[in-house]
Nanobody, 123 residues
Framework: QVQLVESGGGLVQAGGSLRLSCLAS????????MGWFRQAPGKEREFVAR????????VYADSVKGRFTISRDNAKHTLYLQMNTLKPEDTAVYYCAADSVYYGSNWNDYAYWGQGTQVTVSS
């Protein structure tokens, strides 16, 4: 089992940057597939990015490709999301998720979730 705590959200102007972090408890963080998802008001939760437990494979949603970078530091039990060139449409609550078996983009299939961190991008 793993517990996840996100941080790093905030208010930023369009074109700016933020880095989100997700600290995981538990000794087996390095064996979990990890993902970032987001949910804007009135919208469904959507996939942002995911990373293999080795860190050697990453996948991004088309809407963030080239602007966001997902990474992980297994020694620090931490997942990151570097967000550059932010747009107002990136405004949402961002969640990190973990699963020991599933490595995909469907949020329903991830077993563990953080509480979320708010990202607001002003125009």
């Amino acid at each position: 089992q793993v517990q996840l705590v996100e941080s790093g959200g905030g208010l930023v102007q369009a074109g700016g940057s933020l880095r989100l972090s997700c600290l995981a408890s538990g000794r087996t963080f390095s064996s979990y597939f990890m993902g970032w998802f987001r949910q804007a008001p009135g919208k469904e939760r959507e996939f942002v990015a995911r990373i293999h437990w080795t860190g050697g494979s990453t996948v991004y949603a088309d809407s963030v490709k080239g602007r966001f970078t997902i990474s992980r530091d297994n020694a620090k039990h931490t997942l990151y999301l570097q967000m550059n060139t932010l747009k107002p449409e990136d405004t949402a609550v961002y969640y990190c998720a973990a699963d020991s078996v599933y490595y995909g983009s469907n949020w329903n299939d991830y077993a563990y979730w953080g509480q979320g961190t708010q990202v607001t991008v002003s125009s």
